[in-house]
Structures are given as structure tokens and as C-alpha cells.
């Protein structure tokens, strides 16, 4: 059994460019979640993929989207970049079932904007 | 609204010293309250999760426990190993997000 996995590990971008960030999820799991973490802050809900379609949304701006693939992969896009996107941007897998279901987390990517 | 709050931000013990950590949130409906523990510049790993009130789970020298406003993660005679941030997160009936507290870092000195 694969665990989730993130690339790239780390990321540096300069203030208005785009990013492409992407996760594999791990076997058997066809839910993925993105977080954003700020440092010395818990993560913060960004948006959630099922059957390759967003299943609830934080309060992000439409600057941030994502997609899923058939093979419940996901990408997370973020255009403008702006200096507060610096961050450590999660990736978790689950199965749509139960309430509760655990979430496992990938490693991350850290974001630095200049 | 949904919100988690941890406490403290930070604590530092002596190895062998046991200690419990706070987690206190409001949630609407709680589906499941889920302990993490994450390592600097990593994702959080997967500790427990409670489902109701007087639930408790054991892992090596952890142990979580729920009541109806809080959860408690008690630690036993730790080790520098256990030195990371434990996350606290609910989940409620309005969705299917996770609300997050703010962490706290546990430092274990040998």
C-alpha cells in the first residue's frame, strides 16, 4: 500500500505567476483534500475533490482550483500568487464513506513567494 | 461557527514527565475529533480518532480521550521522540472540512 505523496517537495515563485502543485492518493482512497499552512498555524480548508468534482470549498478565492483525475490524482492551481500564499500546502486522501473517515496526509509542498 | 482551540501553545517537559494536552471546539453535530502529530516541515500523521463522548483511544504513551466540549491527549513518561506538534481537528454534520486548531508543540527534554 502507497502512501500520499506531493510534488514538488519545495517551490519558489516571484509575486503574480502561477503554480501547479500535485498529489497522488493513496491506494484505495477516492477523496482528496488540499490544506494551507501558514507557519505556527493549524491547516486551513481549501477544497475537497470527489468523482473528479470539488465537493465543498473554505473560504479561498477563485484563484485557487484544483482538479481530479480517473485515477483520483489531484492538481491544485493557484494564479495571481500573492506574498500571503507563502505557505506548506497539504494534500490528504480519505474514502467517501462514513462520517469521520480518517484523512492521511501527504508530506507537503512549501511555497515561497517573493 | 465551527472552532477548535488548543492549549497550550507550547510545553515543555522533562523526559518521563507525564503531561496532558487540551483540545476544547464547538461544532455542530460532531462527526469525528481527530489527533495529529506533525513534525517540522512535514504533513501530520495520523494518531486517533474519537466518535463520541467517553470514547478513549491508546497508542504506546498516548492516550486520547472525548467529552461533549473537549478532548484531552494525555502523555506518559515521554521520550525526546515524542518532541512534535499534536493538531487537534473536529469534523461536524455541515460539511465534510476539517476545523483546525492551532497546534501544540511539545518539546521533551532528555
Known amino acids: 500500500e502507497t502512501g500520499v505523496t506531493q510534488s514538488p517537495t519545495h517551490l519558489i515563485k516571484t509575486r503574480g505567476q502561477q503554480v501547479t502543485l500535485r498529489c497522488s492518493s493513496q491506494?484505495?482512497?477516492?477523496?482528496v483534500s488540499w490544506y494551507q499552512q501558514a507557519l505556527g498555524q493549524g491547516p486551513q480548508f481549501i477544497f475537497q475533490?470527489?468523482?473528479?468534482?470539488?465537493?465543498g470549498r473554505g473560504n479561498f478565492p477563485p484563484r485557487f482550483s484544483g482538479l481530479q483525475f480517473p485515477n483520483y490524482s489531484s492538481e491544485l492551481n493557484v494564479n495571481a500568487l500573492e506574498l500571503d500564499d507563502s505557505a506548506l500546502y497539504l494534500c490528504?486522501?480519505?474514502?467517501?464513506?462514513?462520517?469521520?473517515?480518517?484523512?492521511?496526509f501527504g508530506p507537503g509542498t512549501r511555497l515561497t513567494v517573493l | 461557527e465551527d472552532q477548535v482551540t488548543q492549549s497550550p501553545e507550547a510545553l515543555r517537559l522533562q523526559e518521563g514527565e507525564s503531561s496532558s494536552l487540551n483540545c476544547s471546539y464547538t461544532?455542530?453535530?460532531?462527526?469525528?475529533l481527530f489527533w495529529y502529530r506533525q513534525d517540522p516541515g512535514k504533513g501530520p500523521e495520523f494518531l486517533f480518532t474519537?466518535?463520541?463522548?467517553?470514547e478513549e483511544k491508546e497508542k504506546e504513551r498516548l492516550k486520547a480521550t472525548l467529552t461533549k466540549k473537549e478532548s484531552f491527549l494525555h502523555i506518559t513518561a515521554p521520550k525526546p521522540e515524542d518532541s512534535a506538534t499534536y493538531l487537534c481537528?473536529?469534523?461536524?454534520?455541515?460539511?465534510?472540512?476539517?476545523?483546525w486548531g492551532a497546534g501544540t508543540k511539545l518539546i521533551i527534554k532528555p
Open positions: 490528504a486522501s480519505s474514502t467517501w464513506g462514513p462520517p469521520g473517515d480518517t484523512q492521511y
Open positions: 474519537l466518535y463520541s463522548a467517553g
Open positions: 475533490y470527489y468523482r473528479e468534482e470539488e465537493n
Open positions: 461544532v455542530s453535530g460532531l462527526r469525528g
Open positions: 481537528a473536529v469534523e461536524g454534520d455541515s460539511n465534510y472540512q476539517l476545523i
Open positions: 491506494s484505495g482512497h477516492n477523496t
